[in-house]
């Protein structure tokens, strides 16, 4: 069910007043000043969960030998401008240390401890490597700065809007639109943690959402950055210093993901609002995120665990903070990497290869010339929010109460007990981040704003596919141009029965339709999806020809678009 | 503060009875019983559903008592009133208790005026097992379910059997079987709980259509082959539902069908066998004090073969004899003159 409109649509000037207006309360400047205890509090959790993983020294020496093998391969074949100068040496130094520690016979005890050593200095090496350098100064430079540079970039007066309403007026130069209860979060990122997961189709996501964090008046979020981006120096200056932490997605062995977890774990535990992407990488095929990468979600559920564990100790339970959970649909009617994305995606359909993460934005100047494109070329941003909800789904009052699904409030310390006592379960913590990563996917959706553009997509690929349902997906996309022309009647007649069946899924809460379909009428509405539907590639994605019917000049393009609609199950009613 | 020293066990049917008894080898057990009937049974006469009693089981007509004395309890209610005692723990319900149930049948899941029309098909959304019904009503997450070949009144007498429990949560499976296991009683773990609710429902199935076979008096290798059969109809469907061929192959499928398809104490048994002697479902219905779960089964997967298009013409034939009238020895008929070809078609 979608949350009623619980705020007075009303727009401000500007951004929503900060929180906590002194940067130094904000929790992502406390961890900054104690750098030194959280770094050792990252080191000291992963090695007991490594020795874990690795009870036996022989066990560790192997997974140390794997480590530096994968390290020094990597350094070899995917060297990037990120990776520090001296790494080679380090890697080389540790290759000899490793030979050195595996000679040691008749002396159990000391090649243990040597081993744990080596480990030791493994984690703490990427624990330095990941963690990010929070600057208020630098903080507080870029927020003057980048509204000016901004609002430049949108020609207009940045506003923010609450849940939008049909019988609301609503300025048309307004960039960003939010829909959702902004009110809720800001009351909860006071006193509790709040994890913000995005959708993820354009690299531009983050700097979207991490400016719409500060629209919203809420402290600076941690966020991964791909250690890529680290190699544009000016880039990396900045970025580090406003709360991102570094992922490297080259490095795939325990030790240094069990380092990245903690980082993570520990950081939410100490109360830091984080942002991740929980479909780990872009959406390659242009569809919302139905699977989702569950390794970060899952250092929320072991902080949950840890906030109660160290609430019930300081004999004070109620003082638990709660993690909270907000899903953000971001929709676009122009994804500037659209082209890209469709081709890698139809290159990996059916044959799961892996997709090598590419060094796009190497330079600086390509990095900006992207940011230029995409913010004088785009047009309007939805960030629908969907409703504040705990780990495990139930809705969350300012309050900070968790309701179920009876409208009954519910104690969420519960899910960790075991015979009436907090009791630490892995293997349960994992099939909850399972069922957390379910409930997510199925919010993206249902708050998922649909535009006009993705709709027609979604008519027109759909009726071809139709036509040709012989065809597998790569012949459709081949189609001659005479074999594309849809005619318009019966184009709009499709159009017609699956817009009324968008209708009735808004309103079994599954779906959101903006203001634009309502002001238009059918015609107007397919024109005003025609109009922007990837509207600055080079290829027209969906026109009408000189007879005024449809038809696309680039089937890929249409595809990605279509796919936006994948999962309502609209195809029957094409 | 429940705790794990008593363990509940919710339905007083002979299943129930006899899980009962298991766990009280290992830990307290505290039966909800709706029927008064039942509660004196247990309580004064300690014998009920003809087995006698251990005597560390109590029963209660109160459910809260029960929900708030035991973190974990066994519901082993028929599936047509299996939301409605749900419903009645709802509000005593936590997300630290854990349901491992016993229930061998669907939930289905339409609207009063969808009941009230003529269903033609039914798809995957529409029909719960109980492990999805516990989720979906209460605020249970840890949810498993026992199943295989257990006779109760075999168990009863102390006779050597073995279960299996499954779920997602490793937790789940462990406490499970330290109630249940014992010198008399294996317990094996099962991470596809999906697959063990649709074998241990699918199974009575084919027990209905093997008590048929006895009636008809049509011999072993007449049995042999619908049993064979219509395991792989039961194996297609289930794959469609969601459920592990693998499972099919074990405790709770093949092991339950060998047991219930030879075994006059299985209910499911005698609704076939009274079928094909010439009684109506109605007349059934209407002589049996315990539910047979296979009768629903059959209409609901029968439904959702024709929605998924899923071949089953053994279960299409019950079908027709249990519900549209058409008497058993010329459904077998029928099915002698289909024309089947591969032997084994579901495992690739």
Partial sequence: ?574 | MSDLKTVGVIGAGSFGTALANLIAENYDVLVYARRVEAIDNINIKRENANQPMHERVRATGDIKEVCETCTLMFPTIPSAYFREVLLQMVPYLRPDHILIHGTKGFHINVSEEEKEEDIKELGRDSIYTMSELIRRETNVIRVGCISGPNLASELSQHKPAGAVIASHFDEVIRLGRNALKSHRFQVYGSKDLTGVELAGSLKNIIALASGSISALELGENARALLITKSLGEVIRIGRVLGGDVKTFLGLAGIGDIIATSSSTSSRNFSVGYRMAKGETLQQILDTSDEVAEGINTVEIIKLLADHYRVRVPIISTIYYTLFKGVPASEGLRQLMKYPFDVDVDFID
């Fill in chain 1, 1 to 574: 069910m979608q949350q009623p409109v619980t705020n007075d649509p009303k727009e401000h000037k500007g951004s929503l007043p900060p929180i906590i207006p002194d940067i130094e309360q904000w929790p992502i400047y406390k961890l900054s000043t104690k750098r030194y205890e959280f770094i050792q509090d990252i080191i000291n959790s992963t090695n007991a969960q490594l020795l874990k993983s690795f009870p036996t020294t022989e066990a560790l020496l192997d997974e140390l030998a794997r480590t530096v093998y994968q390290e020094r391969i990597r350094l070899t074949e995917k060297a990037w401008k990120a990776d520090p100068e001296d790494e080679k040496e380090y890697w080389d130094e540790l290759k000899k240390r490793l030979v050195r520690i595996s000679g040691i016979t008749g002396d159990p005890k000391r090649q243990e401890e040597e081993a744990k050593e080596m480990l030791n200095s493994m984690i703490s090496h990427y624990t330095n490597e990941i963690i990010g350098n929070f600057d208020p100064s630098i903080y507080e430079f870029a927020s003057r700065a980048l509204p000016f540079g901004f609002s430049r970039l949108l020609r207009s007066n940045l506003g923010i809007k609450f849940k939008e309403k049909l019988s609301q007026q609503f300025s048309t130069h307004n960039r960003f639109i939010y829909e959702g209860d902004l009110e809720t979060i800001r009351e909860l990122a006071k006193s509790h943690t709040v994890i913000i997961v995005p959708t993820h189709i354009t690299n531009l996501d983050s700097m979207v959402i991490g400016w719409a964090i500060h629209e919203m008046g809420l402290p600076a979020f941690i966020y991964g950055a791909g250690l890529n981006l680290f190699g544009i120096r000016i880039l990396a200056y900045f970025i580090e210093r406003l709360g991102a932490y570094k992922v490297d997605r080259r490095k795939k062995h325990p030790i240094y993901l069990e380092t990245l977890k903690e980082y993570s774990t520990q950081a939410l535990h100490d109360g830091v609002h984080s942002l991740f992407f929980p479909g780990g990488t872009r959406s390659r095929s242009g569809e919302i995120e139905k699977r989702l990468k569950l390794g970060l979600l899952g250092t929320a559920v072991d902080a949950q665990y840890l906030n109660y564990v160290k609430a019930e100790k300081e004999g004070n339970p109620e003082s638990a903070k709660k993690i909270i959970v907000v899903p953000v649909t971001i929709s676009y009617h122009f994804v500037l990497e659209a082209p890209g994305l469709i081709d890698e995606h139809l290159k990996a359909t059916g044959k799961e290869q892996y997709l090598v993460e590419n060094d796009r934005f190497s330079t600086s100047f390509k990095m900006l010339s992207f940011i230029w494109k995409f913010f004088t070329k785009s047009s309007k941003i939805y960030l629908s929010y969907a409703p504040c909800m705990d780990l495990f789904g139930n809705q969350v009052t300012p309050d900070g109460k968790s309701i179920d699904k009876r409208g009954e409030e519910i104690d969420i310390k519960n899910y960790f007990l075991s015979g009436g006592e907090l009791k630490e379960d892995q293997q349960r913590n994992g099939e909850y981040v399972k069922l957390l990563g379910d409930v997510i996917v199925k919010k993206f959706h249902d708050y998922n704003v649909v535009f006009s553009s993705h709709m027609v997509s979604y008519v027109a690929f759909a009726m071809l596919k139709k036509r040709f349902r012989r065809h597998d997906l790569y012949d459709i996309l081949r189609l001659p141009k005479e074999d594309r022309v849809i005619p318009y009647a019966d184009f709009s007649a499709a159009v017609e029965r699956v817009r009324d069946r968008i209708y009735e899924l808004e309103k079994e809460g599954k779906i959101i339709t903006p203001r634009h379909f309502h002001e238009n009428g059918l015609d107007d509405l397919i024109q005003h999806g025609l109009d922007n539907v990837g509207l600055y590639h080079n290829a027209s994605t969906l026109m009408r020809n000189k007879d005024g019917d449809i038809t696309s000049e680039d089937l890929k393009l249409l595809l990605f678009y279509h796919n936006r609609l994948e999962g309502y199950q609209l195809a029957q009613y094409v």
